[in-house]
């Protein structure tokens, strides 16, 4: 039998080269968000469990509660341009503009060379809740660390929202 440990594969996968990124701004513009270096998230279900008289065996779980998290490095330019956006329906204290109070959504699609079908993820309700700049000598371009609270994040397959709860 042939070692199929590594196998010869001819599927090709989506890359960073083959993302798009937009923005929707709730009630605003739809943002065209090419000026980004990474995107992270993560979602889980955090369940709760029930004992009872069983010499400490799980007897059975809660359905739970959803928990989400994302961030982004943005270069300077694609940060200034969520910014922007931002500001179009922030509200004003003064002369200040708070944007942390404006929701997003961020839509990243993929689709390999060679397919048809599109990679879908959906950020959905995400609020601009903290930034970091770690700025150095060299000739690398500018980046900044956002930090986002989205409310939901969703795989979108047929048409379909695919959620953990």
Known sequence: ??????????????SWADIAVTATVSGGALL?????????????????????ASGGRVMARTTGQG?????????????????????ELAPTRGNQVIISLVSFDLVIQHTPPGESEIYQVKIKGCRYLGDADDMKEGNDADKVELTLNPIEIVNIIGGKEVVLL
């Open 1 to 14: 039998m042939v070692n199929q440990a590594y196998p010869s594969l001819n599927d090709i996968e989506p």
């Open 32 to 52: 065209d968000m090419s000026d980004i270096a990474a995107l992270k998230w993560s979602r889980k279900v955090e369940v709760g469990k029930r004992y009872g």
């Open 67 to 87: 928990d989400q998290e994302a961030s982004g490095s943005f270069y300077r330019s694609g940060m200034r341009k969520l910014i922007k956006g931002l500001m």
